[in-house]
C-alpha cells in the first residue's frame, strides 16, 4: 500500500510540476513578446538607428525635383509635399533637420535590386508587388490617383467619361504606374506611347507627338499650370488596385520597421493630413471619370 501510495504521490507530483510547466511557458512566451516589442522600440530610439551614416539621415529623390512634392527643385529647404513628410519622419526618427542630407537617385534606379546609397528614397514611388521582390517599403504616406492631360484645344479635354478617351495616343513615363493604369482602366484602341522621363513626355505633349499624358493627379496640376499651361487634366480616374506611395528602402533593410512607425505616427497624430491639405489639396478638384 505505501508503494501503491507513493506511486499515486510521485504521479500526482509529476501532473502538478507539468500543469506549473505549461504555465511558465505561456508565461514566457508572453514574456519573450513584450521584449520583442520592447526590442524593436529601442532599435527606432534616437541615436540607435543602423544609419548608412552614423548621425545622419540620408533621404534621396530624383532630380529635377518637381512641386508640389518639392519646391525650387531643392528638397532640402523643407518646402513641398514630399520634402515635408521625410522631414517629419526624420523629426521622428530623432534627426533634426540639419542632421537629414538629400541625395539624388533616379527614379527607375530606386526599386532596381541591390544596394542603396541612401536611407530611404520619396520620389512618389508606387508601392506594386514586384518592386516589394526587390526592395522594402514604408506603410504607405499618400495614395494618388491617375489624371489625363490634354490640351485644351482637344477635343478631348470636353471629356466626360473613359469611353471618349480610347482613341487618344497616350503618352506616359517608363517604369511608372502609369502605364498599366491605362492599359487596364482606359484600355485605349492604340497601345500607349512610353517615354524615358517625364520631361520627355511633357515634351512630346507640347509637340503634339501624342494626343494627352497619364501621370499621378499632383504631377498633372503642376504640368498643366507651369510646364504645359496650355494644356488642361481631362479628368482623373483610380489607378488599378489604388496608387500607394511609400518610402522606399533597399530589400530587408534594418530601418523598415521604424520608418513605418514613424509614418503610422505621423497620421495618428494628425501631422499628415496637415501636410497633405496644405501641399495636396488641389487634387481634390480635377474631374473623376468613369
Do not use: H
Request: proline content about 6%; overall charge negative.
Amino acid at each position: 500500500m505505501k508503494r501503491l501510495f507513493a506511486a499515486t504521490s510521485l504521479v500526482l507530483v509529476l501532473l502538478v510540476a507539468a500543469g506549473c510547466g505549461g504555465s511558465d511557458d505561456s508565461s514566457s512566451e508572453s514574456t519573450a513578446a513584450e521584449s520583442t516589442t520592447a526590442s524593436a522600440a529601442g532599435e527606432c530610439a534616437p541615436g540607435q538607428l543602423q544609419t548608412k551614416t552614423a548621425g545622419t539621415l540620408t533621404v534621396a529623390t530624383d532630380k529635377p525635383a518637381y512641386p508640389p512634392y518639392f519646391e525650387e527643385d531643392e528638397p532640402a529647404n523643407g518646402e513641398g509635399f514630399e520634402s515635408a513628410v521625410a522631414y517629419a519622419v526624420g523629426k521622428q526618427l530623432g534627426y533634426a533637420p540639419a542632421d537629414v542630407k538629400w541625395t539624388v537617385e533616379p527614379f527607375n534606379a530606386s526599386f532596381a535590386p541591390g544596394p542603396k546609397d541612401f536611407d530611404f528614397d520619396v520620389n512618389e514611388i508606387s508601392i506594386t508587388p514586384a518592386r516589394e521582390k526587390a526592395v522594402d517599403f514604408s506603410v504607405p504616406y499618400y495614395t494618388a490617383n491617375q489624371a489625363i492631360v490634354v490640351l485644351k484645344s482637344s477635343e478631348a479635354a470636353q471629356a466626360e467619361s473613359l469611353a471618349d478617351l480610347k482613341e487618344l495616343d497616350i503618352g506616359v513615363q517608363v517604369g511608372t504606374t502609369s502605364l498599366e493604369a491605362v492599359e487596364e482602366v482606359i484600355e485605349p484602341d492604340s497601345k500607349p506611347e512610353v517615354f524615358n522621363s517625364s520631361n520627355d513626355v511633357v515634351q512630346a505633349l507640347k509637340n503634339e507627338q501624342i494626343d494627352a499624358a497619364v501621370v499621378d493627379l499632383p504631377t498633372a496640376l503642376y504640368l498643366t499650370a507651369v510646364q504645359v499651361p496650355a494644356a488642361t487634366v481631362a479628368g482623373q480616374f483610380e489607378a488599378p488596385g489604388g496608387d500607394q506611395w511609400g518610402a522606399l528602402m533597399e530589400k530587408e533593410s534594418p530601418l523598415t520597421t521604424c520608418v513605418s512607425q514613424a509614418v503610422e505616427e505621423l497620421e495618428s497624430s494628425g501631422e499628415l493630413g496637415k501636410i497633405t491639405s496644405r501641399w495636396m489639396s488641389q487634387a481634390a478638384g480635377a474631374p473623376e471619370l468613369e
